[in-house]
T-cell receptor, first 112, second 113 residues
Framework: DVKVTQSSRYLVKRTGEKVFLECVQDMDHENMFWYRQDPGLGLRLIYFSYDVKMKEKGDIPEGYSVSREKKERFSLILESASTNQTSMYLC???????????FGPGTRLTVL | GENVEQHPSTLSVQEGDSAVIKCTYSDSASNYFPWYKQELGKGPQLIIDIRSNVGEKKDQRIAVTLNKTAKHFSLHITETQPEDSAVYFCAALLSGSARQLTFGSGTQLTVLP
C-alpha cells in the first residue's frame, strides 16, 4: 500500500515562528503536493513539485515556501507564521498525471 | 483558472436511500474528474474517477456521470450505509497544467440509521 506520512498530527506555534511541515512518501512518486483545508473552502493547492528541486506555485502560495531535496520528501515552510495560517495541511503524492493522488492524514496547525 | 462548485454542502439520507452530489466546472478543456471521500481524522481517498471521453462509470454502489456540454458531473451512491458517512470532494484537472487538481468545497454526507 502507498503510504504518505506527515511529521505531526497536531502542531501549535506562535505568531512569527518559522514552521516546518514534513511529508514523506514511500512509493517513488514523481509528484507531491501541499494543500490546506478550511471549512467551506475545500482543498486549496499551495505548492506542488514534479521532480526533485522542482516546484510550482498553486493557488495560494503567499506566505509559504517548499523544499524537495529528495524524491520521497516534500517540506512546507511557513517563514513567519501568522494566525490566518491556522488550518489543516494535507500532503499528497501521485505517480504521474492524471492519476490518483494519495493523501497523508493531515497536520492540524494552530498559530497563536 | 478552473473553478469547481459543489452542491449541496450537507446531505442527510436514510440508510438504504440514494445520495447524489453535483459539481459544475468552468474550464471546458478539463478532462479528468475524480471524487474523493474523507473520513473523520483521515486524508481524502479516491473512490471513483471519470475521464472526458466517458459519460458514466460505475463501481458497485457508486457511479459518476459526466455531462460535458453542461459542464457538470455527479456522484451517485445507492443503497447507502452508515459507513458512507463522510465528506466527499469532487475535483477537475486544470487545463494547461497536467498536475493541478481544482477541488470543490465538499459535501458532508450523513447516513441516518
Amino acid at each position: 500500500d502507498v503510504k504518505v506520512t506527515q511529521s505531526s498530527r497536531y502542531l501549535v506555534k506562535r505568531t512569527g515562528e518559522k514552521v516546518f511541515l514534513e511529508c514523506v512518501q514511500d512509493m517513488d512518486h514523481e509528484n507531491m503536493f501541499w494543500y490546506r483545508q478550511d471549512p467551506g473552502l475545500g482543498l486549496r493547492l499551495i505548492y506542488f513539485s514534479y521532480d526533485v528541486k522542482m516546484k510550482e506555485k498553486g493557488d495560494i502560495p503567499e506566505g509559504y515556501s517548499v523544499s524537495r531535496e529528495k524524491k520521497e520528501r516534500f517540506s512546507l515552510i511557513l517563514e513567519s507564521a501568522s494566525t490566518n495560517q491556522t488550518s489543516m495541511y494535507l500532503c499528497a503524492s501521485s505517480p504521474g498525471t492524471p492519476n490518483e493522488q494519495f493523501f497523508g492524514p493531515g497536520t492540524r496547525l494552530t498559530v497563536l | 483558472g478552473e473553478n469547481v462548485e459543489q452542491h449541496p454542502s450537507t446531505l442527510s439520507v436514510q440508510e438504504g436511500d440514494s445520495a447524489v452530489i453535483k459539481c459544475t466546472y468552468s474550464d471546458s478543456a478539463s478532462n479528468y474528474f475524480p471524487w474523493y471521500k474523507q473520513e473523520l481524522g483521515k486524508g481524502p481517498q479516491l473512490i471513483i474517477d471519470i475521464r472526458s471521453n466517458v459519460g458514466e462509470k460505475k463501481d458497485q454502489r457508486i457511479a459518476v456521470t459526466l455531462n460535458k456540454t453542461a459542464k457538470h458531473f455527479s456522484l451517485h451512491i445507492t443503497e447507502t450505509q452508515p459507513e458512507d458517512s463522510a465528506v466527499y470532494f469532487c475535483a477537475a484537472l486544470l487545463s494547461g497544467s497536467a498536475r493541478q487538481l481544482t477541488f470543490g468545497s465538499g459535501t458532508q454526507l450523513t447516513v441516518l440509521p
